[in-house]
Every structure is written in structure tokens, then in C-alpha cells.
């Protein structure tokens, strides 16, 4: 239709020929329908913490499509005049929150909208075609994913990342760099990863020193991404090719370490003076806190709220599996709770003194790394806590949750009320966690039998 109306006008313009205006107007399409990219607060979503997903747009010929940033905030972080996060509260928006890491963020947000931006000018010059798709799907590497075992391993990384699945997101990527590291570059191709080339990892990594259970960690999670690489609609390797079907894993049983009950009684007898040894003051308390709940999890102790304690109960969601607990808080855990709440407490106030209650966690990435940071410091002064109570085996945190689970065993609980302490998902995994107490077992019923 433009064409046509500029083919009409030609009567009135003698100056310029037929071919002049056909010219022009194919230039002046092919700039109005250019592909534009733009980043994206993209409000049609919203993830169950209220935050809303970062997007890149790519839009040409009408037509849209979206690559994840990775990233997401809630309303309050984010500055729709300027299109980014912000970076500091002002007078004119008093409601308005900025994220710690804001200016990482924007910044990373900002070199990936450029690195989409040198794709589509790439596409240009190379195949021609500009339809939005064809610049996400090379943006995204979808081509060379199709061949390359690491380029859709970061792929399914990435997809991890944006269901929050951080964990087992920076798991994997452990494992892919791992995999860089022993093939000396960054490309794998599906038809290389056989059985030659999983032996030969192997053993790299014995040769590394990594213990039988590492080594088969690395190779289940190679696994795994080759699976879900077959499963996909259009499958990317054969099942017949699986090189897993000729490689056996095995576990190797390592024992769990545990306290007796006479090893809490004397890690709660050891007298800690303040203010010189606050610090293994907290750790205990956080140590008997977690014993006193079945063993709750350091991530979801740090993560606590004065709100997950109502009528004298513990509630709240098992970070690592979902699952929801409601327990009944003991009277020394009680004590504990008293001891660092102030009376300006607000409900949504952390329980323990490890977050910060002015500092904004709504983003997971940044949650996870505090999350990472604060446990390692309390495990930190959990071994000067086991120096000072004199105990002769190595504290750390989710040994209050093996000792808890073992000093109920010892005590004859039985196996249902076991697992529902610990939130396990079915018995038998609870069968399998206790699996590892019994040669302890095995030594208290040949003594009950036979004598010392």
C-alpha cells in the first residue's frame, strides 16, 4: 500500500522517476520494520515471591519474542523512567527500594542487551534474515546447542536459575567447568561424550583426588543433562547412544557424624564468657536451636522470621525439599528465641541476628551468596566452639541434624516419626539416611546380646 501511494504521486513530482520512488520505499520499509532491541520489565509474569522477570525484547515485523536476563525484582526495585534498576531511593519516589548489588546488576543487564545487539548486526551482514526468532535463536546459541553438549548444559543452568533452583544451578556449573578444566576447551559435542570419554574423566579426577562420591556426582550430573537433552521434543542425542549404559555407579556408605547425648549435655554445660565470645555464644544457641527442631537446616534457620513462630509452634517451608513443618518449640529453644528478641521486634524481623532486617533479599542470586557466606562463617566458629567444649570430633551444623536423627533412633522412635521430623519425602529415604548408624546398630545389639 505505501508502494501504491507513492507510485500515485508520481504524476505530481516529474522530478523523480518511477524507479527513484520504488527505491526509496523499500529503504525507508526495511528501516521502519529494523529490529529493535530493548530491555523489558515484564509484568505479564510474576513468580511466586511477587517478583517480575528482566526480559530482552526482540522485536521485528511486529512480532516479538523474549530472551531471559536472568533476573528478577519486585515493583519496588525497579525504575520504569529509566528503565533499570534503582540505584538510590529519592524524594520523589519515597517508595521505592534499591537493591544492594543494583548497580551489578544493571550493568550485567546492559552487556547482555549489547551482546544481543552485536547478534542481530552479525545476522545482518551473514544470513540475512531479521525475523526476531532467528536473532534469539542466535543469541541464545539454540543452533549450536543441537551439537554441543556444554552450550546446552549452560542452557539448562540457566533455566535452573530462572525457577530459583540456585543450588543445583551452581552444582552443575561446578561440574561444567570441571569438564572444561580436563578437555582444555570450552565445546563438547554430543557424539564425544561416549564411554572413552567418561572413563578418561574418571580418571581425572581420581588423579585430582576427589573422593568415589564426588567422582560420582560429577558423572550423575552429566547424566542428567544428557537425559533431559534426550527428552526434549526434538531429542539431541539417541538413546542408543547413551554412554550410561555402560558405566556403573556406586556409593560408597560414609558415616555420618554425630553428637551422643551426653555431647550436647556438655557442649550446653561449657561456660562462654560475653562479650569476648559472643560469637560462639550465637553459634551454640543456632547449634541447639537446629538439635531442639529435628535438625533444621542451616538455610532455613538464618532465613527465620519472628512471623514462623505462632502459639508456641515452629512453622515454615523446608528450603530443600518444600515440604512444610510445624513443630513445638521446647522450652530451651524458648530461652534462645528470648534471648535475642528486642521489644521493638517486628514480625517480619529475622529471629536470629544473621541477615540484615534493613537490607532487601528479594533478589535470589544475591540471597544465596549471603546465604553461602553467613554459613560458612557459622561453621567457621563452630570448630573454636567444639575446642572450647574439649569434644573430640569435628562440629559443623548439619551434624546437629545427624545427631538428632540418631539419638531418636537410639531412643527407639520409630521409623514414621523419624522421617516426619526429618521431612523426608517417603520412609525409605529415611531407611537410607539411617542406613548410615548402622554399624553403631550392629555394635549395641551384639552387646545387648553377648555382652562387652
Known amino acids: 500500500m505505501f508502494i501504491k501511494s507513492i507510485k500515485k504521486s508520481i504524476s505530481i513530482q516529474p522530478c523523480f522517476n518511477q524507479n527513484d520512488y520504488i527505491c ?16 523489558v520489565y515484564y509484568t505479564y509474569k510474576t513468580y511466586s515471591n511477587g517478583t517480575h522477570p528482566i526480559m530482552l525484547r526482540i522485536t521485528a515485523n511486529r512480532k516479538s519474542r523474549y530472551i531471559s536476563t536472568g533476573y528478577s525484582v519486585k515493583p519496588e526495585n525497579w525504575d520504569d523512567e529509566n528503565n533499570c534498576l534503582y540505584i538510590t531511593r529519592t524524594k520523589k ?3 521505592k527500594k534499591a537493591l544492594s548489588n543494583a548497580k551489578a546488576i544493571n550493568s550485567d543487564i546492559e552487556q547482555k542487551l549489547n551482546d544481543v545487539i552485536r547478534v542481530k548486526q552479525q545476522v545482518s551482514l551473514t544470513d540475512g534474515s531479521q525475523t526476531s526468532q532467528h536473532i534469539k535463536d542466535k543469541a541464545t546459541n539454540k543452533y549450536n546447542a543441537s551439537s554441543d553438549f556444554l552450550v546446552y548444559a549452560k542452557k539448562s543452568v540457566d533455566h535452573l536459575v530462572e525457577r530459583n533452583k540456585l543450588s543445583t544451578a551452581k552444582n552443575h556449573l561446578s561440574v561444567l567447568r570441571s569438564i572444561e578444566k580436563h578437555i582444555k576447551k570450552q565445546s563438547l559435542l554430543f557424539d564425544e561424550l561416549n564411554v572413552e570419554f567418561l572413563r578418561q574423566y574418571e580418571s581425572a579426577l581420581i588423579k585430582e583426588g576427589k573422593k568415589s562420591n564426588t567422582i560420582n556426582f560429577h558423572l550423575k550430573t552429566v547424566r542428567a543433562i544428557l537425559y533431559k537433552a534426550m527428552n526434549e521434543s526434538q531429542p ?3 538413546r542408543d547412544k547413551n554412554p550410561f549404559l555402560h558405566i556403573k ?3 560408597v556408605a560414609t558415616e555420618k557424624e554425630t553428637l551422643s547425648s551426653e555431647e550436647v549435655a556438655k557442649i550446653k554445660r561449657t561456660k562462654l564468657k560475653a562479650p569476648e565470645q559472643q560469637k560462639l555464644i550465637d553459634v551454640r544457641n543456632y547449634y541447639l536451636f537446629s538439635f531442639n527442631n529435628a535438625g533444621i537446616r542451616i538455610s532455613d534457620l538464618i532465613q527465620l522470621k519472628n512471623i514462623n513462630i505462632i502459639n508456641g509452634r515452629l512453622h515454615y517451608e523446608m528450603g530443600k ?3 512444610f513443618k510445624s513443630i513445638k518449640v521446647n522450652s530451651e529453644s524458648k530461652e534462645i528465641i528470648k534471648y535475642y528478641k528486642k521489644r521493638s521486634a517486628k514480625p517480619e524481623n529475622f529471629l536470629f541476628p544473621i541477615l540484615d532486617n534493613d537490607i532487601d533479599y528479594s533478589d535470589q542470586q544475591f540471597l544465596r551468596k549471603q546465604l553461602d557466606a553467613k554459613a560458612s562463617e557459622i561453621n567457621y566458629n563452630l570448630k573454636k566452639l567444639a575446642a572450647s567444649c ?5 562440629l559443623h551444623f548439619h551434624s546437629s541434624r545427624n545427631s538428632f536423627a540418631n539419638i531418636a533412633r537410639k531412643k527407639k522412635a520409630d521409623l514414621y516419626s523419624i522421617s516426619k521430623a526429618l521431612g523426608h519425602k517417603s520412609l525409605k529415604v529415611t531407611e537410607i539416611y539411617l542406613a548410615s548408624f548402622d554399624e553403631q546398630s550392629l555394635d549395641e545389639t551384639m552387646e545387648m546380646v553377648l555382652g562387652k
Open 24 to 39: 526509496f520505499a523499500k529503504k525507508l520499509n526495511s528501516i521502519m520494520s529494523a529490529p529493535k532491541i530493548a530491555i
Open 93 to 95: 519516589n519515597p517508595e
Open 236 to 238: 539431541l542425542i539417541d
Open 249 to 251: 555407579m556406586k556409593n
Open 321 to 323: 525439599t518444600g515440604h
Open 390 to 394: 574439649k569434644l573430640n570430633k569435628r
